[in-house]
Nanobody, 120 residues
Framework: QVQLVESGGGLVQPGGSLRLSCAAS????????MGWYRQAPGKQRELVAA???????VYAGSMKGRFTISRDNAKNTVHLQMSSPKPEDTAVYYC??????????????WGQGTQVTVSS
């Protein structure tokens, strides 16, 4: 019913920049929070940043000041601007959205993930 499609991952050098995007489509009545999570090999999935429909944001401590989350409510998209990434930011990045469908059922949806590799 609802699909999240990420784009923009790839290889980036330390100190460079990368922009991830995620587009939600399907039976969407409204979207509350949207966010980005990441999972590195051998580690648990963790929150990177999240943003409400009103624009309030929250960042994980290590990402604050380096990453910026934004969204376009009209297009049901969310972006993550990664500035000055470090090798430890290497992970699969997942888009997440809390969606209310036209059937007025709210659920969490996930994208398929996009690989980000920070290396020189």
């Amino acid at each position: 019913q609802v699909q999240l499609v990420e784009s923009g991952g790839g290889l980036v050098q330390p100190g460079g920049s990368l922009r991830l995007s995620c587009a939600a489509s399907g039976s969407i009545f409204s979207i509350n929070a949207m966010g980005w999570y990441r999972q590195a090999p051998g580690k648990q999935r963790e929150l990177v940043a999240a943003i409400t429909s009103g624009g309030s944001t929250v960042y994980a401590g290590s990402m604050k000041g380096r990453f910026t989350i934004s969204r376009d409510n009209a297009k049901n998209t969310v972006h993550l601007q990664m500035s000055s990434p470090k090798p430890e930011d290497t992970a699969v990045y997942y888009c997440n959205a809390r969606v209310e469908t036209y059937q007025h059922v709210s659920s969490d949806y996930w994208g398929q993930g996009t690989q980000v590799t920070v290396s020189s």
